[in-house]
């Protein structure tokens, strides 16, 4: 048989006081003296009465969790991500349900119905595909809301919102190349991610056209955006034979683990990585510090990413005024990349 849960009754008669002076008491209501409070508060210390994590929402109309969308529970640049966000909601006593969106737009507008009907507080969400077209979802977000990462370029502007440069972090990467030397420098990505990879493929022909460099459609591979989505590591692994064959002698990811994919291509093709072909992937996650090679990377800081989400829920949720944040990423250097190959760039020369 289970034991009894104490009540706000039991201490009120253990105290010989009244219900409503316990529970004033237990919220530090300023109508109950000091003296009696911390007198009520040891009373219910020493019965180990915990509290009505349900009944407390229901008088204060807070349910105090906070919903996070993502697109896969899977996905290493969110875990950090995530761990950001948790870091600053466990700070205030906020609890934190997770789901996920597949990069899947009904699945999206499905889970954010979801916490709706579990009465959230607040929601994030990150990759969306709501624009300000979407009237009809719109009108489901009735909490405060913000996206990470946006991926429409249309954002409705009742949200705020906490992105990366991608132009920037793209030219990041395209510049180290150049710097090494590079003169045939390919990007691979994914064609589903509409904002994210073509921001990051304009920043890559952005740096290209500054530097007075040369650019070619065939130095260009994103996966057909209308075939089923395969892993990312499959991309980077399929396509890797493409920017080869048009011969470039460094190439540009879309993100690490395209990166990670490429890099297996490699070996599979008997390709020196990088004394043949330098690599450069995007995000910075804890994986590729760990690949043969380390993989030089445009690193998000993803902790900062998820944590400044948070506290931007959490000073809308307070009414305070906030602004929409745009991080910038920053090159880190491994051994992925480095300076071009005299005979790979001749050979890559005369290819045009």
């Known amino acids: 048989m289970s034991k009894r849960r104490i009540s706000i009754e039991d201490i009120a008669r253990r105290a010989g006081v009244s219900h409503s002076t316990v529970s004033r008491a237990l919220r530090d209501n300023s ?21 009505n994590a349900i009944a407390q929402s ?19 640049f969110y875990a950090e991500v995530v761990e950001g966000i948790e870091k600053v909601a466990k700070s205030t006593g906020l609890s934190v349900l997770l789901s996920a969106s597949h990069r899947d737009f009904e699945q999206e507008i499905a ?6 009907r579990r009465r959230v507080d607040g929601i994030l969400v990150a990759d969306s595909r709501i624009n300000k077209h979407h009237t009809k979802q719109l009108e489901q977000i009735a909490v405060p809301t913000v996206f990470i990462n946006s991926q429409t370029e249309d954002q409705p502007d ?22 090494l030397g590079h003169t ?16 990051r493929l304009e920043g890559y022909r952005m740096a290209l056209t500054e530097a007075g460099l040369p650019q070619s459609n065939n130095w260009v ?31 540009f990811c879309y993100n690490d683990m395209i990166a990670i994919g490429a890099l297996l291509g490699c070996q599979e093709l008997g390709i020196s990585v990088p004394q043949d072909l330098s690599i450069v992937g995007f995000d910075g996650i804890a994986l ?17 990413i998820g944590s400044s989400a948070m506290q931007m829920l ?9 602004e929409n944040r745009v991080l910038s990423p920053f090159l880190v250097k491994r051994g992925s990349s480095a300076a071009v190959n005299k005979g790979r760039r001749q050979e890559a020369e005369g290819r045009r």
């Open 31 to 51: 109508l109950i003296s000091p003296k009696v409070r911390e007198e009520i508060k040891q009373i219910a210390k020493e019965m180990n009465y915990v509290p």
């Open 221 to 251: 591979a994103i996966s057909d955006e209308d075939n089923v989505r395969i892993s990312d590591v499959a991309t980077g692994q399929q396509l890797l034979s493409k920017l080869v064959i048009a011969g470039v002698t460094g190439i």
């Open 111 to 116: 889970a954010i119905d979801t916490f709706h």
């Open 288 to 304: 590729s510090r760990y690949v043969t090679p380390p993989l030089t990377t445009i690193c998000q800081p993803m902790l900062e």
């Open 158 to 179: 009742i949200f705020h919102s906490v992105e990366i440069n991608d132009r920037l972090g793209a030219k990041l990467a395209v510049e180290h190349l150049i710097s």
């Open 58 to 76: 229901l008088q204060n109309q807070r349910t105090n969790t906070i919903g996070v969308v993502v697109t896969s529970i899977a996905d290493p």
């Open 184 to 199: 045939s420098i390919g990007y691979l990505g994914v064609g589903d991610r509409s904002r994210s990879n073509q921001q």
């Open 314 to 322: 959490l000073d809308l949720l307070e009414e305070k005024s906030v």
